[in-house]
């Protein structure tokens, strides 16, 4: 089941109602879990200081989104700073994800906590000063480290990289975040590449019309934007870019098993949403739904969105194949 909200008002009053939906999940979840504990201990860090200044100069509407969260949730605002850090300050923060690039479309599994299954939702979001969009939100999370689209025609997908360093920056999630504000995948990477960058992240990237998506990964050392006019590509959440070969990753299980699957699916022609369904791989299926699975991560959505026309077309399943939401560009039908 995903929940269906609207935020809007300031950018602090967006975040308090994101916080006040999401806080029972989170106080009946996240506060016990093994996730937040191992975040938490970078709490009154010298990294986490250095976060929060690049924040508050660069985004300070975005520290008042956290910091409305912050009240919502009915949590320190430092612990719920650091929670959306942790992919910046942990490598094994759980979120995971698969998307299918093609020239117009994005297909992507949302893959996250289990402990969140139920509790997650889409929120229709309407900032004071940038467009609105729709994308899938976690409690205790900001919007825009997930699958999301705008009403500038904007269309991302976000994939975690586990960094084992991430020296000092911007923290990934309020990066992208702030790329939900921008129109096309070229103001995107632009705006990647002129702030430093804490943890890495990949995204798949589009524009309604547009005649190519942007497999796009940036971490602390590089952004590396490869355009996708021909053919697909798989993602399987860890960077596989040459312009990363350096990058010091953690590469799981399933995330290498995901990507070769889903290469060999690839080449065989499957459909993107057939590929995202797929559990061929038992022990590491591309559609996550085990208890058991390795990196304790299962898949809470799929979106399938097509740019070929003037406004992105777009559904959202839960689980494969159960249409949950229908969308034309930012409107749900």
Not at 9 to 23: E, T, V, Y
Not at 81 to 91: T, V, Y
Not at 148 to 153: C, K, L, P, R, S
Not at 295 to 306: K, P, S
């Amino acid at each position: 089941m995903l929940a269906w909200l609207r935020a809007e008002g300031s950018h602090r009053d967006i975040g308090l109602a994101l916080g006040r939906w999401g806080a029972e999940a989170c106080h009946g979840h996240l506060l016990r879990s093994s996730a937040w504990a191992g975040v938490q201990r970078w709490r009154g860090s010298a990294e986490a200081a250095a976060m929060r200044a690049h924040v508050e100069q660069a985004f300070p509407w975005i520290m008042d989104e956290l910091s409305g969260l912050a009240e919502g949730l009915g949590l320190p605002l430092e612990d719920v700073f650091l929670w959306n850090c942790r992919g910046d300050l942990w490598a094994m923060a759980p979120d995971g994800c698969t998307t299918v690039l093609a020239a117009a479309r994005l297909s992507h599994n949302e893959d996250g906590d289990p402990g969140f299954a139920g509790r997650c939702g889409l929120v229709d979001l309407r900032p004071p000063d940038g467009p609105a969009f729709v994308s899938f939100v976690y409690p205790g999370s900001i919007p825009g480290h997930t699958f999301a689209v705008n009403d500038a025609g904007l269309a991302m997908t976000v994939n975690n990289i586990r960094a084992r360093r991430a020296p000092p920056g911007m923290p990934r999630m309020v990066l992208t975040r702030a790329v939900l504000t921008l129109g096309t995948p070229t103001d995107a990477v632009a705006l990647l590449r002129a702030h430093p960058r804490a943890g890495a992240f990949h995204l798949g990237i589009g524009t309604a019309g547009g005649d190519a998506t942007y497999s796009v990964e940036f971490s602390s050392e590089t952004v590396s934007a490869e355009r996708v006019a021909a053919g697909r590509r798989v993602h399987a959440n860890h960077a596989i870019h040459a312009l990363q070969a350096g990058l010091s990753q953690v590469v799981t299980a399933s995330s290498r098993h995901r990507q070769a699957r889903g290469d060999a699916l690839l080449a065989r022609g499957t459909e993107a949403l057939d590929i995202l369904a797929d559990q061929g791989d038992a022990a590491e299926p591309i559609y996550r739904n085990s208890a058991a699975d390795t990196d304790d991560e299962n898949t809470m959505a799929t979106a399938d969105i097509d740019l070929g026309g003037p406004l992105a077309a777009w559904t959202v399943q839960a689980p494969p194949g159960d249409i949950r939401f229908r969308f034309e560009g930012i409107r749900r039908l």
